[in-house]
């Protein structure tokens, strides 16, 4: 049976048959500064939902350049270089960015809010009727680690 969402590469596939936790689309610097992009569709996964059947064949980079320990590493393929998923050192979470990491975006469920947005950044608010957050929402509870 086919998992419902299935991402990654030729070489490392990643799938899960779980939902999101979280679940919204990213303003954040790190995320346009790994992405290039404006804003970003994120979606986290508890640590054990997001399957990865060949870790042996993962490349880790940290995520954000600024705080190299910090918790949260980039995956990329070592054979082709695609990326993953982001993975969490902690075992709290792994993240999904659906139209980089090789997913069916349309699969996932739409972007419930707008995080990391702060009015410095130079553009208006979204307006798109989702909320709209300086952080992740206020509701999330981060998952307990391994």
């Known amino acids: 049976m086919a998992a419902k969402y299935a991402g990654g590469c030729a070489h490392v596939h990643v799938t899960s048959n779980a939902e999101p936790i979280d679940n ?12 290039g992009q404006h804003t970003t569709h994120v979606a986290f996964f508890n640590y054990g939902d997001l399957n990865v059947d060949h870790p042996e064949k993962i490349n880790r980079v940290p995520f954000n350049k600024d705080n190299p320990n910090g918790p949260l590493e980039i995956c990329v393929c070592a054979d082709c270089g695609a990326a ?40 208006p608010s979204p307006t798109d009727g989702r909320p709209v957050y300086g952080g992740l929402q206020p509701s999330f509870v981060w998952p307990k680690g391994a």
């Open 84 to 123: 993953l998923m982001l993975d969490d050192k902690q075992k709290r979470i792994r993240v999904a960015v659906p139209n980089i990491m090789g997913y069916d975006d349309a699969a996932f469920p739409k972007a419930s809010y707008h995080a990391f947005w702060d009015e410095t950044k130079g553009y």
């Open 24 to 35: 919204h689309e990213c303003h954040c610097n790190v995320c346009k500064s790994v992405t």
